[in-house]
């Protein structure tokens, strides 16, 4: 399989021998982005991880509604969300009003119920758990290593649990309130007006859904996500969706036979595979943003992205002359995502020079996750900066005094060592950020 899959991606990737024009140019573009996509779902692990998410859904799903409800509760409109929890089970055909039915009553008991302080640390804990284990799975497919800080963590997943089902439901009440209004009436009842109210009210779920997937895939990354990559992305993810939707519901129509074997246990079966299938699409989605941001890595995928050794020390220089720079300039400081977009490359390509530069003490990240020179710019010099990502790194470095090196490659070595610390002699940090160029 590995070699029909190196000969097609050579078909795709390579440069073509003729010029194709602007329309095969475009053809090409949209067969490397399907091809990828393809293949990261047959043999990466996005299938894996809308798993794992299955199984987190059935563990969080009445917390979360619960939280969300207690929200709407207190605007009077915690009715309003019984319509969207059925949209969402609509695709299971007759067994959806049952579904919505069992959710609202769990939801309801777990209202009633006297949590007291433990049981409502117990609620906060899980619903930040759920939307944690979302970002650890977005942050995979756009190769962030690292996740958000504790308190960035609480604040913001906060900030949008009880923020969006407020939105959710303005937005339900303004369309009530257009449908009832008589200017739309009398728009309905002139056939030019009243196509296309037809037509927009037949694509604003497909808008509306547009809308919060690309919310999720600008937001929930640790990373720096364009507007532009996130709205292609959610807009192919809510037209997977709704055809998905149309899909299972006609699945669910003739899946007679796995009604009368499985009896009961059907609904719960059913249920569990759309909800497999929305967070492989949802997943799909994001890998999608990724590549649109990131087009060079169409044909790596999903490989670990490692940087080579001449490609650590580059970037190790380049992250200690932006740094210094915004440090000694007092400039908006970088994040290890400013720093990978304007670097041009993934996050997790950065994360081991990051790590060696922070074990060396060149370099410190803060609780509000932005970096900063470890000591003072003046004393550090490029040579140390070199020496922390040769020999530092992930996992547990191998010293020279542990490996048998043999003596011609041991003089050859030490030749390049002498080199760099003569080219580089005494240049520190704050020279180095202060001239703009690098040493020759």
Known sequence: MLPNLHKLEALLFDPPGVPLGRAGSAALGVLRYSYALSRDLVVGDLNMRAMSLVYTTLLSVVPLLAFCFSIVKAFGFHREFEPLIFEFFRPLGDKAPELTARVLGFVDHLQGGVLGSLGLAFLLWTVVSVVQKVEESFNHVWHVDRPRSLARRFSEYLSVLIISPVLMVAALGLVASLATHTALAWLESHPPFGLLLSTAGKLGPLAIVTAGFTFLYSFVPNTKVRFRSAALAGLAAATAWVAASFGFTQLVAYSTEMMAVYAGFAIVLLALMWVWLNWLILLTGALLAFYLQNPGYLRAGDRDVLPTARLRERLALSVMYLVTRAFESGTTR??????????AIPSMALAPVIDALE???????????????GRDPARVTLVEVLAAVRDGGHG?????????????????????DEAIRRELGSTTLRDFAAGGEPPA
Do not use: F, K, S
């Open 334 to 343: 970088y994040r290890v995502a400013t720093l990978a977009e304007a670097l």
């Open 359 to 373: 074990q060396a003490g060149i370099l410190e990240t803060t609780e509000g996750e932005t970096l900063l020179p």
């Open 396 to 416: 547990r470095a191998l010293t020279l005094t542990r490996a048998a090196i043999v003596p011609p490659a041991e003089l050859v070595c030490r030749q390049v």
